[in-house]
């Protein structure tokens, strides 16, 4: 029977194996660079490990190559969750400006993530934890 081969890849996720999956995902992508589910199970991993920036790349590559308002819709959620792990790292260090610009950028992707496909539910627990965070004493 055919296995998916991101399954395996899915399972080291869940299993906090992020080292492995992220070797496995990049030979995969070596092969198929525009492969969407592989882009964003990158994607995901980088953003468990706390790696925004290398996370947001990844996310953004799959709303580059992306149609299907799904798959768009997860893409854009995910990236709101980098921007906000940044508002966060930059209300730590004190950056106020970077703290508001992050906040907004990870709004508006958030916003149109639910724009989109009003259902994504990861969308609006971002949402969610955006409006607790920005409504936080500094």
């Given amino acids: 029977t055919w296995v998916n081969p991101l399954d395996r890849i899915t399972a080291m ?8 999956a992220l070797r496995l995902l990049d030979e995969r992508l070596q092969k198929y660079p525009k492969n969407t589910a592989a882009l964003l199970l990158k994607a995901k991993v980088l953003l468990a490990q706390e790696r925004f920036k290398e996370s947001s790349q990844s996310y953004e590559a799959v709303l580059e190559s992306a149609i299907a308002p799904s798959v ?67």
Avoid: H, M
């Avoid at 966060?88 to 989109?116: V, Y």
């Fill in 72 to 138: 768009r819709s997860k893409a854009l959620s995910g990236l709101g969750f980098c921007r906000l792990g940044q508002a966060e790292l930059a209300k730590r260090t004190l950056d106020l400006a970077g703290f508001k610009t992050q906040l907004d950028a990870s709004e508006s992707a958030f916003q149109d993530a639910t724009n989109l496909l009003p259902s994504n539910g990861e969308a609006w627990v971002g949402l969610t934890q955006l409006y607790i965070l920005n409504n936080l004493p500094a």
């Fill in 13 to 20: 996720y869940e299993k906090r194996q992020y080292y492995e």
